[in-house]
């Protein structure tokens, strides 16, 4: 299974993915997660307390549906950088962008493992629906870390599992079997929806990933779980300085 391939093979294979399902990526996000994402990352930018003038980057972007809500947040005077490895999800994005006349956000295309900027450069570090898609999710949370200002927060909306048992059981029956039908009967694509969900197997759930985040340095790690724990919206807070 596509699931246990790891490091450059993973990135190259999840590019690929990424690039084959870009303009219908949009669509089939609201099928997936029954048109219930827009309202996670609106509450998630609520729980940040994002304000006007400050400076967030976007990990893994896609089509900048986040990456425009928090441009939004933080107003004219703010600053927001997404940044994403598949070029036709961020033309998608700069669309977006370009509708809506913001000058305050700046697109770039490269590699989460590698965030080409210095240590401190913002507020907020955010990455949605895809810290299970890379190659290793470890070593992304260190670099969105490192590039938070101390206090400053990392912040990740994934898909989850279930804590209660049966109600995993029937999501991962949604989930791993009839997603990639559903998938085949509105956008042509079976193969590409097939994996997407084997990305989550062995990925951890919102207790190991908290731990996770505490394991890297994180402070007061935050969790809150959506509609029983399909969708996971975790927090941590980078150490500050004492002075």
């Not at 990639?180 to 084997?198: F, G, M, R, S, T």
Request: proline fraction near 5%; charge should be positive.
């Amino acid at each position: 299974m596509k699931d246990t391939i790891q490091g450059e093979e993973k990135a190259e294979f999840v590019h690929n993915v990424f690039e084959t399902i870009a303009k219908d990526y949009d669509r089939m996000n609201s099928v997936i997660s029954f048109g219930r994402h827009d309202a996670w990352r609106k509450y998630t930018n609520q729980r940040m307390g994002v304000k006007h003038g400050q400076k967030a980057i976007d990990i893994c972007c896609g089509t900048c549906d986040w990456t425009v809500s928090l441009g939004e947040a933080v107003g004219p005077t703010g600053e927001v950088v997404g940044l994403d490895f598949s070029q036709n999800m961020l033309d998608i994005g700069e669309h977006k962008i370009r509708q809506r006349g913001m000058k305050n956000v700046t697109l770039l295309n490269g590699d989460a493992m590698k965030i080409p900027y210095p240590d401190d450069s913002f507020d907020y570090a955010t990455i949605g629906f895809a810290l299970r898609n890379v190659p290793d999710y470890k070593q992304v949370l260190r670099e969105m870390m490192r590039v938070v200002k101390p206090g400053g927060q990392v912040v990740s909306l994934e898909v989850s599992k279930p804590p209660f048992i049966p109600y995993r059981k029937l999501f991962y029956f949604y989930f791993y079997r009839l997603l990639p039908i559903v998938a085949k009967l509105v956008v042509n694509k079976y193969d590409e929806y097939a994996w997407l969900p084997q990305s989550l197997t062995n990925f951890p759930d919102s207790r190991q990933l908290a731990d996770t985040f505490r394991e890297i340095g994180l402070e007061n790690v935050q969790t809150k779980l959506f509609v029983g724990g399909v969708s996971a919206l975790h927090i941590g807070f980078k150490k500050q300085v004492n002075l």
